[in-house]
């Protein structure tokens, strides 16, 4: 029995170019089609910087910053605005999912592309992770790794933990996408963290470990 068609919202293995033309390629459809999407969650809204809280503006304050010369905290800015996309990305996805419930015709109007069956892999690469500090928490994005339908967590502790293995660590955070926020850190102490994607293969690969504090 075929699987119901589904759209991927995860686009953890593109580099900031392809996934600018991923998200202007659904943002241009999905303006396109309004009509037959009554009810997305997360507005189009213009192109326009001054409009962060819907589609278009968010897309834009990330291309913008991206394009920027190369400045101290630049890489952590483009990861914050990329990861406010992503989480539109998401929401919209997942609506659009229940909304157009396998009809192929509808998702090929979203601008999203079609979800891959998942395949056999071998142990993956290894991953980076930028760390973006919040009040009581951390916003954090996972450099891509080559692979379809992959996850991604963080394994993290305090600073003053001397264990080197992160697989040993006390805390976990899952993510279904390279990008998310954990939540309910304890201001101004200071943490370490290490990412790794999951796969078919339960050999996993961490990420060299970060330190920051939440604001």
């Known amino acids: 029995m075929a699987k119901t ?25 999905l303006t396109l089609n309004v009509a037959h999407f009554t009810g997305l969650p997360v507005v189009m809204g213009p192109l326009d910087p001054l409009s962060p809280l819907k589609f278009g503006g ?55 592309p079609l979800a891959k069956d998942a395949e056999a892999q071998g142990k993956l690469e290894q991953s980076e992770i930028t760390l973006v500090p919040i009040i009581g928490g951390m916003e954090f994005m996972i450099s891509h790794v080559k692979g379809s339908n992959l996850r991604y967590a963080v394994m993290y502790t305090l600073a ?38 999951m796969g078919t293969s339960t050999d996993l690969t961490y990420s060299h470990a970060l330190t920051a504090k939440p604001l």
């Open 5 to 29: 068609p589904k759209l991927n919202t995860n686009f953890s293995d593109e580099s900031d170019d392809v996934f600018y033309t991923t998200v202007m390629l659904i943002y241009n459809l």
């Open 58 to 112: 968010a897309v834009t304050i990330f291309n913008n910053t991206r394009l920027l010369p190369t400045y101290d905290g630049k890489t952590a800015d483009v990861a914050k605005a990329r990861l406010e996309v992503q989480k539109m990305v998401t929401q919209n996805g997942n609506w659009l999912n229940t909304f157009c419930n396998g009809d192929l015709g509808l998702l090929k109007k979203t601008g999203y």
């Open 160 to 197: 003053t933990n001397t264990e080197a293995n992160p697989a040993k660590w006390d805390h976990y955070h899952y993510a279904s996408n390279r990008d998310g926020t954990i939540p309910d850190l304890q201001s101004n102490v200071e943490y370490k963290f290490s990412s790794f994607a």
